[in-house]
């Protein structure tokens, strides 16, 4: 049955964001009705706080439950599965001699000269790794296929280890997948209630190292995303809202719950896709050629690029490192992901990241945070560690009341208590110690930034700047103007833009087969799109679009580019345009371009997209103010400064001095002094920095 959410029938839509301090909801009504809801998040059980969230969110709205026509959903339950190490005990299942791959790996490291780092352990150790006497050829021939005597007693012997989760991956699988498949299906009839999953089913490429990596992360968290997901329908169902369940992709298209349980490795950049996906909508509405997206939460702080109207889509990245970008010497530090999604650089940074003082007397923040529970100490929830939140009160940045439409009480005593240690450490006040925390995660932002431009041969100061998140907006200017960005533009509802991004996204689903020699064809590499082009067009419908993409290197190389193949018939003469394309792309990334001659091709992909009938303009009217009037209030930057504090629906299109603190429900923008600030036609706050 084609998946859909449907075209603007009559009914309520509702997007729900989980991040690491709060659960972020907006619904969509028929008439264009957008009303936003934000509350802590609810761990470990972080359905139940979706759960109540929605029924609070249209219970505001004036809207019944059994209205509601699509729920759409971006969750960190598999980057937690990971990130706290608490997956099921999970099992490799592999060709003879071929058992410690994970341990081998890559020869690489994140840092070059740390003595004291030393690689992750194993999602499966090795303990739990297991040999089959069964053989492919790297051409595809079954030399010795899996004897199925020996895989159940293998089954046995994994029921009786304890194991709850199981990776298939045999040597070559790839180029013959039917015999993973058959070992898969052996194993699941012998492990009722097992999670089996077959490496060819989630990466069916070359790469032994990073498809058993993939496929293990995959079984690793399996069993939790698709008890969550469960939890989550019943629990939905339970509060009356029985529309089907989509969850956003890490690729940043929404997928159907039942798929996703299949393929979790497919949603664990599932929240930043989300955020990604709306500034790319805006983008594209507003004319945006190059463009940054910064999102900073209460847990990290994250940066993409868009350009063109298209965000960067990675085969490659790592999950579970410092970053989770998998490029040059900043690799290595995590586990290994081959699943399409969109490229983010993320670094612990974040309104709830911990500020401390080392042994040498260096002010660090982050990367531990206090999350939702205990929180900041300014929440007065516990907490007794500094923050950064704590930091911005202490700042005058943050209002000294409350925060999230008042919904989180703010103690301005408890934030001061809590910085004052550090202050100590540091032998000065508490408020130059918070402007030298605010500046320190200035800098380290600045390292996600440079990792989606510089190291892409990209120039920053090319590009705009879009500021979303609970705290983007109060670091965006002071991140900009530290990279030479001249305009940064804060969206309507920053602090809720996740969820707003699963309002407009479209349903997407993802192909792919490994380039073979009798591909050299054009005529069979058209009939080979073709079949993958009508597979994900049956799953999503006659009205789907599909893209045809080709990962393509010069013969040599380890990495490849995607590249998008131009529509048309397959032909020599299109091939060699998606050539040139490739020879383009490599030298701005970087630097040189070879000839046609040194063209391989590695995969061939295709991307279907159901297309959504929400457009962004859709969720732009400005927030309903709440009629609170303008004042003052003293604000650390430099020095002490009397700071106009203002709603953004007081902006006008006219220009003005900064510097100056806008409050919005969700999230507040901070305008330093020396910056220019006003709000557009589509609401934005736009914030521009003198060129000189």
Not at 79 to 102: E, K, P, Y
Not at 345 to 356: L, Q
Not at 407 to 422: F, G, K, M, N, Q
Not at 438 to 451: C, D, E, F, L, R
Request: aromatic share 4%; glycine share 10%.
């Amino acid at each position: 049955m084609p998946l859909s959410h449907d075209p603007r029938p009559a009914g309520w839509r509702v997007g729900a964001d989980i991040g690491g301090t709060f659960t972020d909801v907006i619904a969509l009504g028929p008439a264009g009705e957008v009303v936003p809801m934000k509350v802590l998040s609810t761990p470990p059980d972080y359905g139940a706080g979706v759960v109540a969230a929605t029924t609070d969110v249209l219970s505001s709205a004036g809207a019944r439950p059994e209205a509601v026509i699509a729920m759409l959903h971006g969750t960190t339950v598999a980057t937690n599965a990971i990130l706290s190490m608490d997956g099921v005990r999970t099992a490799v299942v592999t060709t003879r001699g071929f058992r410690d791959v994970l341990e081998i790996g890559r020869l690489r490291r994140p840092v070059l000269y740390d003595l004291s780092w030393s690689k992750p352990e194993p999602l499966a150790r090795r303990r739990n790794r297991y040999e089959l006497g069964q053989r492919i050829t790297a051409d595809g021939r079954l030399d010795r296929p899996a004897d199925e005597d020996e895989v159940r007693v293998l089954a046995a012997r994994l029921r009786a280890d304890g194991v709850e989760a199981v990776a298939v991956c045999l040597l070559n699988s790839y180029a013959r997948p039917d015999e993973e498949r058959r070992v898969a299906e052996l194993l699941r009839a012998g492990l009722p209630g097992a999670y089996v999953t077959a490496s060819v089913d989630v990466s069916p490429q070359p790469h032994e190292f990073e498809r058993t990596s993939t496929a293990t992360v995959n079984a690793y968290i399996g069993p939790a995303v698709h008890g969550y997901l469960t939890r989550l329908e019943a629990g939905l169902r339970a509060a009356k809202v029985s529309a089907p369940l989509l969850v956003m992709q890490s690729s940043g298209g929404l997928l159907d719950a039942a798929s996703v349980a299949q393929r979790p490795v497919q949603i664990i950049e599932s929240g930043p896709a989300a955020g990604v996906t709306a500034v790319q909508k805006l983008a594209q509405l507003i004319g945006l050629s190059t463009v940054v997206a910064f999102d900073m939460g209460g847990t990290t702080a994250k940066a993409s690029l868009i350009e063109h109207g298209e965000p960067f889509v990675s085969a490659d990245y790592e999950v579970g490192g410092g970053m989770n970008v998998a490029r040059g010497l900043s690799s290595g530090a995590g586990y290994p992901v081959r699943a399409p999604s969109i490229d983010i650089a993320e670094v612990g940074s974040g309104g709830g990241s911990i500020i401390s003082v080392d042994a040498a007397g260096a002010l660090h923040v982050g990367p531990s945070s206090a999350g939702s529970r205990p929180g900041p100490a300014c929440y007065g929830k516990g907490g007794e560690l500094p923050t950064l939140t704590d930091a911005n009160v202490t700042l005058g940045y943050l209002s000294p009341q409350a925060l999230a439409g008042g919904r989180v009480a703010i103690h301005p005593d408890l934030a001061e208590r809590a910085l004052s240690p550090v202050a100590e450490r540091l032998g000065d006040d508490v408020p130059a110690a918070a402007r030298g925390a605010y500046q320190v995660a200035v800098s380290s932002m600045t390292t996600a930034v440079k990792a989606v431009t510089s190291e892409r041969g990209r120039d920053p100061r090319e590009a705009t700047m879009v500021a979303f998140g609970g705290a983007g907006p109060l670091y965006a200017a002071a991140l900009a103007r530290e990279l030479g960005i001249s305009t940064v533009i804060v969206p309507v509802y920053p602090g809720l833009f996740s969820s707003l991004g699963l309002l407009a996204a479209d349903t997407e689903r993802h192909e792919l087969t490994p380039y073979r020699p009798e591909f050299a064809e054009v005529s069979a590499l058209a009939a080979e799109f073709g079949r993958l082009s009508a597979k994900v067009g049956a799953e999503l419908g006659a009205d789907s679009v599909v893209d045809r993409l080709l990962d393509m290197r010069y013969r040599g190389q380890r990495f490849e580019l995607r590249i998008r193949v131009p529509e048309g018939d397959l032909t020599e003469d299109l091939l060699a345009e998606a050539r040139a394309r490739f020879h383009a792309e490599h030298k701005r990334t970087y630097g040189r371009a070879g000839t046609d001659e040194l063209v391989e091709l590695v995969n061939l992909r295709v991307r279907g997209r159901l297309l959504t009938q929400v457009f962004i303009a859709d969720v732009l009217s400005l927030p309903v103010a709440d009629g609170a009037e303008p004042t003052t209030r003293e604000c650390r930057f430099a020095e002490l400064v009397p700071t106009p504090v203002v709603g953004r629906s007081d902006l006008g299109a006219e220009p003005v001095e900064g510097p100056m603190v806008i409050e919005d429900m969700d999230a507040t923008t901070l305008v330093p002094p020396g910056a220019r600030v006003h709000r557009d036609r589509f609401n934005n706050i736009v914030i521009t920095w003198s060129t000189s």
